[in-house]
């Protein structure tokens, strides 16, 4: 089983500040993903980074694949409420998909 | 709307009854999976099936039966669960061969109460 473990595992935060969460693993991705989650909903896909290195921006969120693509951060500016829900990272080696432990967000207004 | 939808949203069953989750998607995707969402637990995978045969069973309990009759439906048939199982279960699809930006889309799962 691959882990993928995400740091923090909660972060409370007031609106306009920056964050930024982790996804580390052991093992090698052929690419890695970024979810949202928000409450009562199913994950939806944010990002997916392929090339190690890639960096990839989504208005307020930059991503960001490591060298070795084992790992990956989301870096958010000016943070909103609407950011607010769980974010999973997502390893991913052909039709396989290994979720990360998550990390709780709620940004305060 | 995710083009992934699942019934009931809600599920509450006792430990002798015998009952099944349902996953339709609307997507023209090839493979679909199961998922287990628990509290303070990462995502777990259940099933995986693609072009209609299972190709991933990740020891799960007998008690859970997944059946996929077509491309664009999923069930997970229960019986005799534990407390322990009540969950949010998660149906996905994605177009499976697509290689490294091979998405997933999810439905909004059902919460499952055990009692």
């Known amino acids: 089983t691959q882990l993928l473990e995400q740091s923090p595992q909660f972060l409370s935060i007031q609106e306009g500040e920056n964050l930024t969460v982790y996804c580390n693993s052991s093992?090698?991705?052929?690419?890695l993903q970024w979810y949202r989650q928000e409450p009562g909903e199913g994950p939806v896909l944010l990002v997916t980074?392929?090339?190690?290195?890639e960096v990839k921006k989504l208005k307020r969120l930059t991503f960001q694949f490591g060298d070795a693509r084992k790992d990956s951060s989301l870096h958010i500016t000016a943070a909103q409420p609407g950011d607010t829900g769980l974010y999973l990272c997502a390893g991913v080696t052909g039709n396989q998909f290994y979720f990360g432990t998550g990390t709780s967000l709620t940004v305060i207004p | 709307e995710t083009g992934v939808t699942q019934t009931p949203r809600h599920l509450v069953m006792g430990m002798t009854n015998k009952k099944s989750l349902k996953c339709e998607q609307h997507l023209g995707h090839n493979a679909m999976y199961w998922y287990k969402q628990s509290a303070k637990k990462p995502l777990e995978l259940m099933f995986v099936?693609?072009?209609?045969?299972?190709?991933e069973n990740n020891s799960v309990p007998s008690r859970f039966s997944p059946e996929c009759p077509n491309s664009s439906h999923l069930f997970l048939h229960l019986h005799t669960l534990q407390p322990e199982d009540s969950a949010l279960y998660l149906c996905a699809s994605s177009p499976a061969g697509q290689g490294p930006e091979n998405e997933q889309f999810f439905g909004p799962g059902t919460r499952l109460t055990v009692l």
């Open positions: 099936y693609s072009l209609e045969e299972r190709v």
């Open positions: 980074v392929v090339t190690g290195g």
């Open positions: 093992s090698v991705f052929s690419s």
